[in-house]
T-cell receptor, first 110, second 116 residues
Framework: KNEVEQSPQNLTAQEGEFITINCSYSVGISALHWLQQHPGGGIVSLFMLSSGKKKHGRLIATINIQEKHSSLHITASHPRDSAVYICAVGDVRNTDKLIFGTGTRLQVFP | NAGVMQNPRHLVRRRGQEARLRCSPVKGHSHVYWYRQLPEEGLKFMVYLQKENIIDESGMPKERFSAEFPKEGPSILRIQQVVRGDSAAYFC??????????????FGQGTRLTVV
């Protein structure tokens, strides 16, 4: 079993829909990162959080430390949001290592 | 203020050749991390370096792979005698502080290595 699990693996949506991507982890963490990867492109850091909730524009990330779960929400989704969204955690057992989920591939259609 | 710069973006090597991947961190960042993304798989940690020091190389294959981050110049990931299984995207990330203190990591565009 992977230490970081994401769901769903693939997600399609119509423009304007509200999107939720989930991340569960089984290790103690120092922080959780949400990353975005466009096809053939680089990786962009969206959020880093260790508690509570953060919001940037149409993106919202929440984390529940007790339940070892985080969610990434996209409000009013747009085709340009189409990308792979990756959850990664900093593992307190082995400092400085990020453990990555396998990603959620999101496609938003007009 | 440029982000993490990796070059080349694409690299094709024949089996047995050497691949040299470069990473220039964000200006002022002294912590560099290399990750590998195999086709259809998630990113995996390879090595963590600070200036002139390898801090953790537990994710790097023991043979043929090496990494350095000299006092001057970019960090280099070197793969000797490449094999087809080395074909992957290699990402570099940098941070101003160690990730253990909850600092954001900045990623490069990656180098896509194809071994033919």
């Amino acid at each position: 079993k992977n230490e970081v699990e994401q769901s769903p693996q693939n997600l399609t949506a119509q423009e304007g829909e509200f999107i939720t991507i989930n991340c569960s982890y089984s290790v103690g963490i120092s922080a959780l990162h949400w990353l975005q990867q466009h096809p053939g492109g680089g990786i962009v850091s969206l959020f880093m959080l260790s508690s509570g909730k953060k919001k940037h524009g149409r993106l919202i990330a929440t984390i529940n430390i007790q339940e070892k779960h985080s969610s990434l929400h996209i409000t009013a989704s747009h085709p340009r949001d189409s990308a792979v969204y990756i959850c990664a955690v900093g593992d307190v057992r082995n400092t400085d290592k990020l453990i990555f989920g396998t990603g959620t591939r999101l496609q938003v259609f007009p | 203020n440029a982000g993490v710069m990796q070059n080349p973006r694409h690299l094709v090597r024949r089996r047995g050749q050497e691949a040299r991947l470069r990473c220039s961190p964000v200006k002022g960042h002294s912590h560099v991390y290399w990750y590998r993304q195999l086709p259809e798989e998630g990113l995996k940690f390879m090595v963590y370096l600070q200036k002139e020091n390898i801090i953790d190389e537990s994710g790097m294959p023991k043979e043929r792979f090496s990494a350095e981050f000299p006092k001057e110049g970019p960090s280099i990931l070197r793969i000797q005698q490449v094999v087809r299984g080395d074909s992957a995207a290699y990402f570099c990330a940098s941070s101003p502080l160690s990730l253990v203190v909850d600092t954001e990591a900045f990623f490069g565009q990656g180098t896509r290595l194809t071994v033919v």
